[in-house]
Antibody, heavy 116, light 112 residues
Framework: EVQLVESGGGLVQPGGSLRLSCVGS????????MDWVRQAPGKGLEWVGR???????EHAASVRGRFAISRDDSKNSVFLQMSSLKVEDAAVYYC??????????WGQGTLVTVSS | DVVMTQSPLSLPVTLGQPASISCRSS???????????LNWFQQRPGQSPRRLIY???NRDSGVPDRFSGSGSGTDFTLKISRVEAEDVGFYYC?????????FGQGTKLEIK
């Protein structure tokens, strides 16, 4: 069974940093692109970025230069390093496994609160 | 970026009645391989999104057959033949043809 488990969320002050992790199991992790998607409270879904299976990374314009995605295939993990956090970055952050432009599997999400 | 526009944004439905959600993209979602990368997700209250439909009309395993997807090019529809109480929640379309992947605003389905 495919499972994705996020961790690392919490309360952080504006301008602060946080590192999220997502561990995958039940599949060959290194064979898949792994994405981060976020959902602000009461809002819709927003693509944040990707760690490609060839270690390429992409980031949404809204987070470029502040967030960095990386992965460690030996640990079946993908990471989201968030810096210079803004109030508008507050959201539930999901990791999702991409396969041909679709997310069959999502994690349960981890909540990031940005507040002073 | 590809803009995804859903309608309606609110959908009150009587139990047992049909429901339909429209999704339009700002550009064609047909990829050079001939496939159309349009997905539908359901998000029940307090849960992660769950994929219902991929490539316009392919239903995921375990998704009831009352859910169906159709459309082509830039116009797509999710239909529920007979709404049940467990269908309450938000529905999102998403394009997977180019990054950034983009989602529709979401449609809130509620029981009338």
């Amino acid at each position: 069974e495919v499972q994705l488990v996020e961790s690392g969320g919490g309360l952080v002050q504006p301008g602060g940093s946080l590192r999220l992790s997502c561990v995958g199991s039940g599949f060959s992790f290194s064979d898949y692109d792994m994405d981060w998607v976020r959902q602000a409270p009461g809002k819709g879904l927003e693509w944040v970025g990707r760690s490609g299976k060839k270690t390429t990374t992409e980031h949404a314009a809204s987070v470029r230069g502040r967030f960095a995605i990386s992965r460690d295939d030996s640990k079946n993990s993908v990471f989201l390093q968030m810096s210079s956090l803004k109030v508008e970055d507050a959201a539930v952050y999901y990791c999702a496994r991409d396969y041909w432009g679709s997310y069959e599997h999502w994690g349960q999400g981890t909540l990031v609160t940005v507040s002073s | 970026d590809v803009v995804m526009t859903q309608s309606p944004l609110s959908l009150p439905v009587t139990l047992g009645q049909p429901a339909s959600i429209s999704c339009r993209s700002s550009q064609s979602l047909v990829y050079r391989d001939g496939n159309t990368y349009l997905n539908w997700f359901q998000q029940r209250p307090g849960q992660s999104p769950r994929r219902l439909i991929y490539k316009v009309s392919n239903r995921d395993s375990g998704v009831p057959d009352r859910f169906s997807g159709s459309g082509s090019g830039t116009d797509f529809t999710l239909k529920i033949s007979r709404v049940e109480a467990e269908d309450v929640g938000f529905y999102y379309c998403m394009q997977g043809i180019e990054r950034p992947y983009t989602f529709g605003q979401g449609t809130k389905l509620e029981i009338k």
